[in-house]
């Protein structure tokens, strides 16, 4: 009985032995199949997460700035309840006093000083003063308010560098004495309202009247070292700047073909040369064109008229002054810098002389005109020349003409120097003639304008 036993567990250990391998195989590949199903599961559920991740990061940014906006929104609503209702009148408020010395600058005006300076060669007078510091004039302008503005120059002149123009009887015909000191005066001193309604501006005080278009510039301004020969005969060698009112209208018309104004002005006569000693009203008018024929080119035109009353010790009559000016620019836009020219011409007629000044009976009248033109040769240097002719208002018969080459260096727009040859001839003087080298210099903002 024992060993049929002992032979039962035997056989039962090796049926055991030889299905292990089965079992371990079939086990193993239900193990497999289990985890590759918990990894899926495992995935799906990390992709879940990171969609609600995405979906929570995405409101929550969108949240906070709400909350930011909100945030903001509660500190005004805090500061303003904080601040309380606006102070009346009736509040007591301490007034904190705060010092603005650094800001008075502010309120300076613009303050500039021009020098005009000459160095002449007259072969024919060699004891003549060769260098002159003709004139120094100091300006001051400021805008006022955002009306109106004011304009004082004030100039110390020297007599020196102009040619003889029809000088006195016994005069030998040579230039004039210079060196004749002059004192400080006002040339001018004026306040003037700008865009007022309807185009208008006005002007009160002592100015430059607007009689054509060069009476108006400086005379550190000039394209040549005097005025032309007209001017000096009829006006004198300085502008003609009188005390009154002006007037100026930019007219309403023009349809975009061309711009024009006109000018109205009513003064005081105290030019010597046109009026005398007479100190009766006068009045100028001024009608002014300007057209841009093209983008390189423009033509200004100008008509003026002056009338007053002559009155000398034996005379007093009623006194005309006409006058027509034209300008002529070309200045191509891509190289104005470099390259330009600019004619300019003029006609004056005088009308009212002296009852027995032309010892002819029926001429009461003294024409002249004026020419000039200049070249830019590039940035720096400009060449340009001048013709004017006019009769003596004193004696029609006698006339005079000048004519002048000139080359000017602009060292920059503070300093200019110009070199030109006056040639004058008279229909009763020798013919003379004289060497100028002008140097200009400006100091602040007022340049050499020309307006």
Same mark, same amino acid.
Not at 2 to 7: A, I, L, W
Not at 49 to 73: F, I, N, P, Y
Not at 379 to 402: C, M
């Given at each position: 009985?024992?060993?049929? /036993?002992?032979?039962?567990?035997?056989?039962?250990?090796?049926?055991?032995?030889?299905?292990?391998?089965? +079992? &371990?195989?079939? +086990?193993?590949?239900?193990?497999?199949?289990?985890?590759?199903?918990?990894?899926? &599961?495992?995935?799906?559920?990390?992709?879940?997460?990171?969609?609600?991740? @995405?979906?929570?990061? %995405?409101?929550?940014?969108?949240?906070?700035?709400?909350?930011?906006?909100?945030?903001?929104?509660?500190?005004?609503?805090?500061?303003?309840?904080?601040?309380?209702?606006?102070?009346?009148?009736?509040?007591?408020?301490?007034?904190?006093?705060?010092?603005?010395?650094?800001?008075?600058?502010?309120?300076?005006?613009?303050? /500039?000083?021009?020098?005009?300076?000459?160095?002449?060669?007259?072969?024919?007078?060699?004891?003549?003063?060769?260098?002159?510091?003709?004139?120094?004039?100091?300006?001051?302008?400021? %805008?006022?308010?955002?009306?109106?503005?004011?304009?004082?120059?004030?100039? &110390?002149?020297?007599?020196?560098? @102009?040619?003889?123009?029809?000088?006195?009887?016994?005069?030998?015909?040579?230039?004039?004495?210079?060196?004749?000191?002059?004192?400080?005066? *006002?040339?001018?001193?004026?306040?003037?309202?700008?865009?007022?309604?309807?185009?208008?501006?006005?002007?009160?005080?002592?100015?430059?009247?607007?009689?054509?278009?060069?009476?108006?510039?400086? #005379?550190?301004?000039?394209?040549?070292?005097? &005025?032309?020969?007209?001017?000096?005969?009829?006006?004198?060698?300085?502008?003609?700047?009188?005390?009154?009112?002006?007037?100026?209208?930019?007219?309403?018309?023009?349809?975009? *073909?061309?711009?024009?104004?006109?000018?109205?002005?009513?003064?005081?006569?105290?030019?010597?040369?046109?009026?005398?000693?007479?100190?009766?009203?006068? *009045?100028?008018?001024?009608?002014?064109?300007?057209?841009?024929?093209?983008?390189?080119?423009?033509?200004?035109?100008?008509?003026?008229?002056?009338?007053?009353?002559?009155?000398?010790?034996? #005379?007093?009559?009623?006194?005309?002054?006409?006058?027509?000016?034209? /300008?002529?620019?070309?200045?191509?836009?891509?190289?104005?810098?470099?390259?330009? +020219?600019?004619?300019?011409?003029?006609?004056?007629?005088?009308?009212?002389?002296?009852?027995?000044?032309?010892?002819?009976?029926?001429? @009461?009248?003294?024409?002249?005109? $004026?020419?000039?033109?200049? *070249?830019?040769?590039?940035? /720096?240097?400009?060449?340009?020349?001048?013709?004017?002719?006019?009769?003596?208002?004193? @004696?029609?018969?006698?006339?005079?003409?000048?004519?002048?080459?000139?080359?000017? $260096? $602009?060292?920059?727009?503070?300093?200019?120097?110009?070199?030109?040859?006056?040639?004058?001839?008279?229909?009763?003087?020798?013919?003379?003639?004289?060497?100028?080298?002008?140097?200009?210099?400006?100091?602040?903002?007022?340049?050499?304008?020309?307006?």
């Amino acid at each position: 009985m024992r060993h049929r /036993s002992t032979f039962r567990v035997v056989g039962l250990v090796l049926v055991l032995w030889i299905a292990a391998p089965s +079992a &371990r195989a079939s +086990a193993q590949q239900t193990a497999t199949d289990s985890l590759r199903i918990e990894i899926l &599961r495992l995935a799906a559920l990390v992709d879940s997460l990171r969609s609600e991740v @995405d979906r929570l990061r %995405s409101a929550g940014a969108e949240e906070q700035a709400g909350d930011a906006l909100a945030q903001l929104r509660a500190a005004a609503a805090a500061a303003a309840a904080t601040a309380g209702p606006p102070p009346t009148a009736t509040d007591e408020q301490p007034q904190q006093f705060v010092g603005r010395q650094r800001s008075l600058q502010a309120l300076n005006p613009e303050i /500039s000083m021009t020098g005009d300076l000459f160095a002449s060669l007259d072969p024919d007078n060699t004891d003549s003063e060769n260098f002159i510091p003709r004139e120094f004039e100091l300006s001051v302008v400021s %805008s006022l308010d955002p009306f109106s503005r004011a304009k004082v120059f004030i100039s &110390r002149h020297q007599e020196g560098g @102009d040619l003889a123009l029809f000088p006195a009887a016994g005069d030998a015909g040579g230039p004039e004495e210079a060196g004749h000191d002059g004192g400080f005066a *006002v040339e001018e001193g004026y306040v003037e309202w700008v865009g007022l309604p309807g185009g208008l501006g006005l002007k009160l005080g002592r100015f430059f009247q607007q009689f054509g278009q060069l009476n108006r510039w400086h #005379s550190h301004a000039l394209p040549f070292q005097n &005025r032309s020969l007209p001017h000096q005969a009829f006006i004198g060698e300085e502008q003609l700047a009188q005390t009154g009112a002006s007037m100026h209208w930019l007219l309403p018309f023009g349809g975009g *073909v061309g711009t024009y104004d006109a000018t109205f002005e009513v003064t005081t006569s105290d030019n010597a040369s046109l009026f005398g000693s007479s100190g009766r009203p006068s *009045v100028l008018g001024t009608l002014n064109g300007f057209w841009q024929l093209s983008e390189a080119t423009d033509l200004d035109l100008a008509l003026s008229w002056v009338n007053g009353s002559y009155e000398d010790d034996t #005379s007093l009559l009623d006194r005309n002054l006409y006058g027509a000016e034209m /300008s002529f620019t070309w200045r191509p836009p891509a190289a104005s810098l470099y390259r330009g +020219a600019n004619v300019r011409a003029g006609v004056m007629v005088l009308d009212g002389l002296l009852p027995d000044a032309t010892g002819a009976p029926g001429v @009461d009248r003294a024409k002249g005109f $004026w020419s000039m033109a200049e *070249v830019r040769l590039d940035r /720096s240097w400009l060449a340009g020349g001048r013709f004017d002719w006019v009769e003596n208002p004193l @004696d029609t018969k006698d006339t005079a003409w000048l004519a002048g080459p000139t080359l000017t $260096w $602009w060292q920059s727009e503070y300093v200019r120097v110009r070199g030109e040859y006056d040639l004058l001839g008279q229909s009763r003087l020798d013919r003379q003639g004289r060497f100028f080298l002008q140097v200009t210099l400006a100091m602040g903002p007022h340049k050499h304008e020309t307006y």
